[in-house]
């Protein structure tokens, strides 16, 4: 059977989302059944840029199904400091694993792994193009919240330029039913024109703003972002920019009673502390539907039968 590889969320149909999201709820619900299903199975990580959720999330998806993990934390300590390129690093990595994990600065750095890899390859997160794990993770979390990836609206606040999560969510959902979409940004971070050009290809319904408080009593889950540093060119305009938007309790009093706040996370300030015990923050929760999430991808590309198990 052909390798298979999770590059961008669109390399999955609708209906193998559906039967990836089932799987992943029944990990969540029977997770004695899963102890075993990898055992004898490596796992590689393959870091260049830093991380906690995500290379964490993979690893423990990989142990919780009783596989072994392996990798780098960081490009400084891998032979790319040696200038070895990442077509030899996936070949060499080919060698000691069957499944590997990379984030890259790069876009379109796990595209290049994947071509040459002869294991399957996860994009963990190509500069600010691509996070289609993130964007599963969401999905899911939406998913089991709400009951239905269909009808509602969203609200994308903050770093819609370079947040590589914003644009892996926008090209899932455009696949579902009805899902409106407000973008909240400052102008020097709005949403790329390819996204909305897309959006205005499909005919799918979006409005552009500046100001939270004028959108949240119309939101059914509200996506937060950090204005990310790393990406900026310039000291100056990421502190100009950086606490543009802040959620609090007081703003979250317009807001539907039901309406859900995810966050990719890591936050900075842009979601206060005292919004944490909100019923309606879920971002906590996102970070563990993440793990149930790659564990049901894990079993899905090295192509275990779990209907075995």
């Known amino acids: 059977m052909q390798k298979r590889d999770l590059l961008t969320p669109l390399d ?93 600065p790069k876009e379109g750095a796990a595209a290049v792994a994947a071509h040459y890899a002869s294991i399957p390859v996860i994009n963990a997160g190509d500069g600010g193009h691509q996070h289609p794990t993130q964007t599963l993770t969401d999905l899911l979390t939406i998913r089991t919240l709400r009951g239905s990836l269909d009808n509602f609206t969203i609200g994308l606040c903050g770093d819609l330029k370079f947040g590589r999560t914003v644009h892996s969510l926008i090209n899932a959902l455009v696949r579902y039913q009805n899902v409106k979409f407000i973008f909240i940004s400052p102008s020097e971070l709005r949403v790329p024109d390819y996204i909305t050009d897309m959006l205005n ?14 959108v949240i009593p119309e939101l059914n889950i509200l996506y937060m ?43 900075v300030n842009e979601i206060a502390a005292d919004v944490d015990d909100d019923p309606r923050a879920a971002y906590f929760k996102q970070v563990q539907f993440g793990v149930y999430v790659r564990e049901a991808l894990i079993l899905k590309l090295l192509n275990i039968d779990t209907e075995a198990l």
């Open 12 to 104: 999955f149909s609708k209906e193998e989302l559906d039967e990836l999201f089932d799987r992943a709820d029944d990990i969540r619900l029977h997770p004695e059944k899963y102890a075993h299903a990898c055992e004898g199975k490596k796992m590689a990580t393959c870091f260049f840029e830093p991380s906690t959720r995500t290379r964490l999330s993979h690893e423990t998806a990989m142990l919780n199904l009783g596989g072994k993990v392996m990798g780098f934390p960081s490009g400084n300590v891998s032979s790319a400091t040696k200038g070895e390129t990442v077509a030899d690093t996936a070949r060499v990595i080919s060698c000691f694993a069957d499944i590997m994990v990379i984030r890259h």
């Open 201 to 214: 290809d499909r005919g799918i319904p979006y409005k552009e703003c500046i100001r939270l408080e004028d």
């Open 225 to 267: 972002t950090r204005v990310q540093k790393e990406r900026f060119f310039n000291e100056e305009d990421y502190v100009r920019l950086k606490d543009f938007y802040v959620l609090n309790r007081a703003k979250l009093r317009a807001a539907k009673p039901d309406m859900y706040i995810l966050h990719p996370l890591p936050r």
